[in-house]
């Protein structure tokens, strides 16, 4: 079982940057593919960025390249996500996902095994 907690969620204005923090607990940490989806309410979750166990192979959405970047540290057993040049439109609960395999880098929520509680992210105009 793998747990996985998210922080550094808030409130910016547009143009600023946030970098979240997404814990896991395990030991395997360092072979999972990890990823980063956002929802709003009354949407569905959609695919921000994944990052395969190495870190060498990285997919993103085109609504965040350019902007986003996600990365790794397995020996804190941690992936992030820095987000630059915000938006209103990157408003959202930001949800940190985990899968076993070690370079998934599905776009689709279902494909993902394990997932955080999600923290929000407010980007005002």
């Known amino acids: 079982q793998v747990q996985l907690v998210e922080s550094g969620g808030g409130l910016v204005q547009a143009g600023d940057s946030l970098r979240l923090s997404c814990v896991a607990s395990g030991r395997t940490f360092s072979s999972y593919t990890m990823g980063w989806f956002r929802q709003v309410p009354g949407k569905e979750r959609e695919f921000v960025a994944a990052?395969?166990?190495?870190?060498?192979?990285?997919s993103y959405a085109d609504s965040v390249k350019g902007r986003f970047t996600i990365s790794r540290d397995n020996a804190k057993n941690t992936v992030y996500l820095q987000m630059n040049s915000l938006k209103p439109e990157d408003t959202a609960v930001y949800y940190c996902?985990?899968?076993?395999?070690?370079?998934?880098?599905?776009?689709?929520?279902?494909?993902?095994?394990?997932w955080g509680q999600g923290t929000q992210v407010t980007v005002s105009s």
């Open positions: 996902a985990a899968d076993p395999r070690t370079c998934l880098l599905s776009k689709f929520q279902y494909e993902y095994r394990y």
């Open positions: 990052i395969c166990w190495s870190g060498t192979r990285i």
